[in-house]
């Protein structure tokens, strides 16, 4: 009967022990379901708002730089189509959270490796973009200097032709002045 009643005890702290771990994870997961409501209703608003709440969030890090308030700057720092989007700096923000290790369960960590994924491949995408814009711009580059071969030529062939038609024009007043004279005859 002792050893059940030990046993029973054991089990007891075991699970209240493990209970006290899942508010824990739960109060986890209740942060990033803030964060990413965050972002939603931070979308939506306009540009001013996300500005105030792009410095409110940059102070407030600087205060105290914890993962909630590092998560929400890299929140208003990846934002589509605020001046102030730094991919980057978003990214550099994600690789310096502290991470329990990966055999544990974390929402948090979870949420900053997505993030890093999705601003990793926008980077990604955008530098291959750039490679295509810079492609792009060569190859016309290199068609605008044709054309203007082409027009220097063109402009040359005019030239030629303008100096062989006053050369012609010349020629042709040359002989109307000899039509006009008088023949002379030569008496011998």
Known sequence: MKFG?????????????????????????????????YFHRLSGQTQEVQRREFNESTVAFEKTPDDSNRLRLVMTL???GVPWRDDS???NLLGTMKMPPSEQASPN??????????????????????????????DEH???ELLQQKLDGMRDECRKADVLQQKLDELRDIDRNLRKRPLRRNAP
């Open 142 to 144: 290199r068609k605008a």
């Open 89 to 91: 700096r978003a990214l």
């Open 5 to 37: 009643t030990s046993a029973l005890c054991t089990v007891m702290v075991i699970g209240l022990a493990g209970c006290a771990l899942v508010p824990e994870r739960n109060a986890e997961l209740g942060q990033v379901e803030e964060q990413l409501a």
């Open 78 to 80: 990846i934002l589509p």
């Open 109 to 138: 960590r979870d949420l900053a490796r997505l993030l890093e994924r999705l601003v990793g491949e926008r980077i990604q995408l955008r530098r291959e973009e750039q490679r295509k814009c810079e492609v792009q711009k060569t």
